[in-house]
């Protein structure tokens, strides 16, 4: 029932967000995290994995480890604009926020070794993958006199 509720809803990630990434298999960084519900604003405990400047979460380990399964997310990490500590803002420890210019999305890690860890993954994976400025976009001063 919950599943025909969230397709119903279009809470089901679109394929095309995850299409060529193999989930499953040797992600830059997976492991439970608590996420934040995004209309109804309960904590629920998620699998995470990090491949390829996607963010994924499934319900259970089992379910990432698992060629043809659906996750329940993914965000773009390249979109992104920050990720830092957000213990004051949500009142928890080990608590982080993920923000884009459209939405902010706030975690919670088991610890603060594995706080600081998805921070540091997730930030290094947002200036890998976040888009860039390509040289047809560099004005050149030089040849515009």
């Known amino acids: 029932m919950e ?3 969230r397709i119903a809803t279009g809470q ?6 995850y299409e060529g990434i193999e989930f499953w298999s040797n992600p830059e960084r997976s492991g439970w995290l608590t996420k934040q519900g995004d209309y109804i604003k309960t904590w629920r405990r998620r699998w995470f994995v990090l491949k390829r400047g ?3 979460w499934f319900k259970d380990q ?9 996750p329940r997310g993914v965000i773009s990490v390249g979109d992104c604009l920050t990720v830092k500590g957000a ?3 949500v009142n928890k420890p080990f608590a982080f926020e993920l ?13 603060e070794k594995e706080k600081e ?3 540091n993954s997730i930030g290094r994976s947002i200036v890998q993958h976040s888009r ?9 001063y030089d040849h515009t006199r």
């Open 3 to 5: 599943n025909l509720w």
């Open 12 to 17: 089901d990630p679109n394929r095309e967000d």
């Open 54 to 56: 996607k963010l994924l």
């Open 62 to 70: 089992s379910a990432a480890g698992t060629r043809g399964s659906t």
């Open 87 to 89: 213990e004051d803002v």
């Open 99 to 111: 923000s884009s210019s459209g939405y902010t999305m706030f975690f919670i890690a088991d610890n």
């Open 117 to 119: 860890d998805w921070i």
């Open 132 to 140: 860039s400025v390509t040289d047809s976009e560099v004005l050149d």
